[in-house]
């Protein structure tokens, strides 16, 4: 104490201080760099430049390594001479292209045994047989809910948002495919913000309603879409496009109804977004 009765802090006690002050910072600063390091990539090289096919197996990186996922062409041999698959196909085969990333007793299902095993066995008989005891018209694809209660029932867990703003979803959309896992999602043939939907239409994502996987991140930035339906826009990349989180949110199609059903039964309650393995 000096005579002024204030403690007198020692030179060199004042000094570690200083470093420790100065190495806590460094570490906060580093922080976000460490974070944005940790994003699962997958070099946009190393994925098929033509992918204009019936059926493809694909590597995207994943969290806990390489997942290889089998894309199926709906309108391509020899999916498109099942009518309903050629009709309603895209949502089933959404679905068998995330178990054969995420299981091995699925691995090799096609979108057939997918409705005509799997399916049956989650939803019931009863519920199956109404869907697909209609006409083939009338024959609907299983819904945003029925796919989540699928993967659920053979131990995926999911989270499945039913309603959301643009912001939001992108937010939480980009932060889950950086976690090496896969997005399930639903697009309207109409943009929209906030769930207020253009009075334009376009072909774009999809003709009506359409159900893709978003496989993951490429190093360049792009999102791996997998899509079991063609776009001329997209010339030899069919069953593999890309896009930006930011593009493909405004397709997306926000609930506005509490309805849950195990297939499609109207766009008030059948659209959202599923998040495969989800880490929060």
């Known amino acids: 104490?000096?005579?002024?009765?204030?403690?007198?802090?020692?030179?060199?006690?004042g000094n570690k201080v200083i470093r420790?002050?100065?190495?806590?910072?460094?570490?906060s600063l580093a922080a976000p760099a460490a974070a944005q390091a940790k994003a699962v990539t997958t070099p946009e090289a190393s994925l098929p430049s033509d992918s204009d096919v019936g059926q493809i197996t694909v590597a995207v990186n994943g969290d806990k390594g390489v997942r290889n996922f089998t894309i199926f062409g709906q309108h391509k041999k020899p999916w498109k001479k099942d009518k309903y698959l050629a009709l309603h196909g895209c949502a089933v085969s959404s679905l068998t292209t995330v178990?054969?990333?995420?299981?091995?007793?699925?691995?090799n299902y096609t979108p057939q045994k997918v409705r005509d095993v799997v399916e049956k066995k989650v939803f019931g008989t009863a519920v199956w047989n109404k869907n697909y005891s209609k006409t083939i018209m009338?024959?609907?694809?299983?819904?945003?809910?029925?796919?989540?209660?699928?993967?659920?029932?053979?131990g995926i867990d999911t989270k499945y948002v039913r309603t959301f703003n643009n912001k939001s979803a992108r937010?939480?959309?980009?932060?889950?495919?950086?976690?090496?896992?896969?997005?399930?999602?639903?697009?309207?043939?109409?943009t929209q913000r906030n769930g207020r939907f253009s009075s334009k239409t376009t072909t774009r994502w999809s003709r009506s309603k359409h159900t893709m996987v978003l496989l993951g991140l490429t190093d360049t930035g792009k999102v791996i879409v997998a899509d079991s339906s063609q776009r001329?826009?997209?010339?030899?990349?069919?069953?593999?496009?890309?896009?930006?989180?930011?593009?493909?949110?405004?397709y997306m199609i926000?609930?506005?109804?509490?309805?849950?059903?195990?297939?499609?039964?109207?766009?008030?309650?059948s659209g959202g977004y599923v998040l495969v393995n989800p880490q929060d």
């Open 171 to 190: 937010k939480e959309i980009k932060k889950h495919l950086k976690t090496g896992n896969v997005v399930v999602i639903e697009t309207n043939n109409r």
């Open 232 to 250: 001329k826009w997209s010339g030899q990349n069919q069953r593999i496009k890309y896009t930006t989180v930011k593009e493909i949110v405004k």
């Open 1 to 13: 104490m000096n005579k002024t009765g204030l403690f007198k802090i020692r030179r060199n006690t």
């Open 138 to 154: 009338k024959q609907m694809p299983v819904s945003m809910y029925g796919i989540s209660r699928v993967l659920e029932s053979v």
């Open 99 to 107: 178990l054969s990333g995420y299981t091995k007793k699925y691995r």
């Open 20 to 27: 420790s002050l100065a190495f806590a910072l460094a570490l």
């Open 254 to 269: 926000p609930c506005t109804s509490s309805v849950k059903t195990h297939y499609f039964s109207s766009t008030a309650n």
